[in-house]
């Protein structure tokens, strides 16, 4: 497609229970991020994956989520036994290299956890 | 730690004022720099980038920011706004000597244009 798409464009869901987030990069994008938004934040960093590697997993606030990318396109967001700190905006964002920083992001998925 | 400060968190002008957003890093080597815009309802887009050469850099809808290395600043700047510009803006910023590939933002600058 022409941009970054991802889905579901909206999610709530009940606490405890387990969600995923889906995010299809702009073809022939190498690198893949996930960010996340929650209200009156910054954009706060969670993964990146270069190709279907993660070099860089830091910002993953506990190990409820994970996240995994293969055939260096699409990329699942899963986050464990939610919490209701976990609502927020999770924003994918594909780049063509990993070295600009030049980012083109998706609409993102508003996940609510009653 | 790597940190990205916007010190105007909500920012309310009229049409046709002048417009200067602050924006600071926390590191002193090599950093590429972007101001990114989100327009109500809409996703974040790139407005203008820094890389190297010419400190002063032109974007998109008449904004420039400016680098400022002994100040660790890149501002945003727009001589004359107008209600189109009504978004939140973030700075942001990639520190090429570490090898992170991750950009980090700051928290955003709401700017609201009263016609």
């Known amino acids: 497609g022409a941009g970054v798409s991802q889905s579901p464009s909206n999610k709530v869901t009940e606490k405890g229970k387990d969600v995923e987030l889906r995010c299809d990069p702009i073809?022939?994008?190498?690198?893949l991020y996930w960010y996340r938004q929650s209200l009156g934040q910054g954009l706060e960093f969670l993964i990146y994956?270069?190709?279907?590697?993660?070099?860089?997993k830091s910002g993953l606030p506990s190990d409820r989520f994970s996240a995994e990318r293969t055939g260096g396109s699409v990329s699942t967001l899963t986050i464990q036994r939610t919490q209701q700190e976990d609502s927020a905006v999770y924003l994918c964002a594909s780049s063509r290299t990993d070295y600009t920083g030049e980012l083109f992001f998706g609409e993102g998925s508003r996940l609510t956890v009653l | 730690a790597q940190s990205v400060s916007q010190h105007n968190h909500h920012v309310i002008l009229s049409e046709a004022a002048s417009l200067e957003l602050g924006c600071n890093y926390s590191y002193g080597g090599t950093v590429n720099l972007f101001w990114y815009v989100q327009y109500p309802g809409q996703h974040l887009q790139l407005l203008l980038k820094y890389f190297s050469g010419d400190p002063l850099v032109k974007g998109i809808k008449g904004f420039e920011a400016e680098f400022i290395k002994s100040k660790f600043s890149f501002n945003l700047r727009k001589p004359s706004v107008q209600w189109s510009d009504t978004a939140e803006y973030f700075c942001?910023?990639?520190?090429?000597?570490?090898?992170?590939?991750?950009?980090?933002f700051g928290s955003g600058t709401r700017l609201q244009v009263q016609p």
């Open positions: 942001a910023v990639i520190h090429m000597d570490t090898g992170r590939r991750a950009l980090t």
């Open positions: 994956f270069q190709g279907n590697s993660a070099p860089d």
């Open positions: 073809s022939g994008h190498t690198a």
